[in-house]
């Protein structure tokens, strides 16, 4: 069965921390991964997206890694801010126009 | 960027009734769109795959005739949640994708009293 596991559940740092946030995927033969931020109430903000054949990308102060072989991913949050206080989502796709395959999050709070 | 738009945002209404929302991609063409369920504190649960011109693809477990869905243009897909009761509260978030993304809506919070 194809499942997607994040660690941990939630997350409390002091505003300024560097953090890191762990996805695990049950199948390696991934298409790609994807991680997503959610605000209280709101919809899915894409963050991150890692190709299959990428190890890495980057945007601003977030970088997220992907090791195929190992079925991890991490997100890399950097200088942490009270405004980065959220639930940060990560999502895989097996095949070209495949349906996302979802972790249950991980509640992050970032403490001024 | 690509843009995904819900209506309504929020709807309260009574048990029995049917409530329907609407996903538009507002700035792309989908020939895919996908309905999620998500309870507090949960991840999204997907419901059905909705392909333009086409019948809605359920998960299993999901009443198709409980969650009506159909995607009448390229980009517009309606889910009804018909005769609804309390146990249908929920927030319901649509997703369009694009060849290479998909891009989310803002959500829907049914409350059904």
């Known amino acids: 069965k194809q499942e997607v596991t994040q660690i941990p559940a939630a997350l409390s740092v002091p505003e300024g921390e560097n953090l890191v946030l762990n996805c695990s995927f049950t199948?390696?033969?991934?298409?790609?991964l994807q991680w997503f931020r959610q605000d209280p109430g709101k919809g899915l903000t894409s963050l991150l997206l890692?190709?299959?054949?990428?190890r890495e990308q980057t945007s601003g102060r977030l970088n997220a890694s992907l090791d195929k072989s190992s079925g991890r991913s991490t997100l890399y949050i950097a200088a942490s801010q009270p405004g980065d206080s959220a639930t940060y989502l990560c999502a895989v796709v097996y095949n070209q126009g495949g349906k996302l395959i979802f972790g249950q999050g991980t509640e992050l709070s970032v403490k001024p | 960027g690509a843009v995904v738009s819900q209506h309504p945002s929020r709807v309260i209404c009574k048990s029995g009734t049917s409530v329907k929302i609407e996903c538009r991609s507002l700035?792309?063409?989908?020939?895919?769109m996908f309905w999620y369920r998500q309870f507090p504190k949960k991840s999204l649960m997907l419901m059905a795959t909705?392909?333009?011109?086409?019948?809605?693809?359920?998960e299993q477990g999901v009443e198709k005739d409980k969650f009506l869905i159909n995607h009448a243009s390229l980009t517009l897909s309606t889910l009804t949640v018909t005769s609804a009761h309390p146990e249908d509260s929920s927030f319901y978030i649509c997703?369009?994708?694009?060849?290479?993304?998909?891009?989310f809506g803002p959500g829907t919070r049914l409350t059904v009293t």
């Open positions: 909705s392909n333009e011109g086409s019948k809605a693809t359920y």
């Open positions: 997703s369009a994708r694009t060849s290479y993304e998909q891009y």
């Open positions: 700035d792309f063409q989908a020939t895919t």
């Open positions: 199948d390696s033969a991934i298409y790609n």
């Open positions: 890692i190709q299959s054949s990428q």
